[in-house]
Nanobody, 115 residues
Framework: VQLQASGGGLVQAGGSLRLSCAAS????????MGWFRRAPGKEREFLTS????????YYTSSVKGQFTISRNNSRKTVSLQMNSLKPDDTGVYYC?????????WGQGTLVTVSS
């Protein structure tokens, strides 16, 4: 599957951004989707994931209540709504898909939060 992330940019602390990831290639509704982040000088970390139907979502504790993941299977997109952004949220955000043992990554979109 090919993944294309978009929506990153520069935002002031306290602001919001909405990231999107468009998928092509495989049947999107069979994919579990997620978002990861690589902050400057740090390893890539898991942020959130969503089940194939969208009924179940999971968040790492640091973004729970601040970020919201959603998906639209008819449009083959997954989104990440990010609110109350902090400078620590700065990084490259990657969308991810999983189906069985097969995993794919998008190219990443840069989010910079200024203080």
């Amino acid at each position: 599957v090919q993944l294309q992330a978009s929506g990153g940019g520069l935002v002031q602390a306290g602001g919001s951004l909405r990231l999107s990831c468009a998928a092509s290639g495989r049947t999107f509704s069979l994919l579990r989707m997620g978002w990861f982040r690589r902050a400057p000088g740090k390893e890539r970390e898991f942020l959130t994931s969503i089940s194939r139907t969208g009924e179940d979502t999971y968040y790492t504790s640091s973004v729970k209540g601040q970020f919201t993941i959603s998906r639209n299977n008819s449009r083959k997109t997954v989104s990440l709504q990010m609110n109350s952004l902090k400078p620590d949220d700065t990084g490259v955000y990657y969308c991810n898909s999983k189906q069985g043992l097969t995993e794919s990554w998008g190219q990443g979109t840069l989010v910079t939060v200024s203080s």
